[in-house]
T-cell receptor
Framework: GPKVLQIPSHQIIDMGQMVTLNCDPV?????FYWYKQILGQQMEFLVN????????KSKLFKDQFSVERPDGSYFTLKIQPTALEDSAVYFC?????????????FGSGTRLTVL | GEQVEQLPSILRVQEGSSASINCTYE??????FPWYKQEPGENPKLIID?????ERKQTQGLIVLLDKKAKRFSLHITDTQPGDSAMYFC??????????FGSGTKLTVEP
């Protein structure tokens, strides 16, 4: 089936540094999402992105966060500067459209550890 | 937004028996309810979903029920197999874009 790839699977970084998480969405998909999951808790919506713009973002999407998809390549989540509470697994997802029952396809996540 | 509560968080069943996971939601605008299965180290995968114009849907040993009045929906896995062992997440969508997830159920099917 359709695959969303996330690179890297694990990343360890010192607090205050910048980190970029990369997502290779399903090739013909147009809508992109980031979700954050702290261990033992549910996946929480961060942001969605379409046509080069953020469509909607949650309170978790702090000012230190940004997303982009330069030249239609990777969909990226950048955190600058990182904080200890940013440690979590970040899931990227994509969908073809945004219809009533549009399926989101998820990547396998990037585990970010901020020291 | 939306708040989705999922229970139980841990579920152990014997092979061949059924397993049930229950979710509730708060936003009456939610109209789409997918269920995702996630195995260790893997991505969450959609296994079944139900729209708000339905009360019941069944596919390949999976049954989902939706009670809009009670704002409750549930997943029932019949004749469980060890391969059904995984994390299961319910979700609700109150608008076109955003899925709100429950906290997950770790299902273990014991031989």
């Amino acid at each position: 089936g359709p695959k969303v790839l996330q690179i890297p699977s694990h990343q360890i970084i010192d607090m205050g540094q910048m980190v970029t998480l990369n997502c290779d969405p399903v090739s013909n998909h147009l809508y992109f999402y980031w979700y954050k999951q702290i261990l033992g808790q549910q996946m929480e919506f961060l942001v969605n992105f379409y046509n080069g713009k953020v469509m909607e973002k949650s309170k978790l999407f702090k000012d230190q966060f940004s997303v982009e998809r330069p030249d239609g390549s990777y969909f990226t989540l950048k955190i600058q500067p990182t904080a200890l509470e940013d440690s979590a697994v970040y899931f990227c997802a994509s969908s073809l459209g945004q219809g009533f029952a549009e399926t989101l396809y998820f990547g396998s996540g990037t585990r970010l550890t901020v020291l | 937004g939306e708040q989705v509560e999922q229970l139980p968080s841990i579920l152990r069943v014997q092979e061949g028996s059924s397993a049930s996971i229950n979710c509730t939601y708060e936003n009456s605008a939610s109209n789409y309810f997918p269920w995702y299965k996630q195995e260790p180290g893997e991505n969450p995968k959609l296994i079944i979903d139900i729209r708000s114009n339905m009360e019941r849907k069944q596919t390949q040993g999976l049954i989902v029920l939706l009670d809009k009045k009670a704002k409750r929906f549930s997943l029932h896995i019949t004749d469980t197999q060890p391969g059904d062992s995984a994390m299961y997440f319910c979700a609700a969508r109150p608008n076109y874009n955003v899925l709100y997830f429950g906290s997950g159920t770790k299902l273990t099917v014991e031989p």
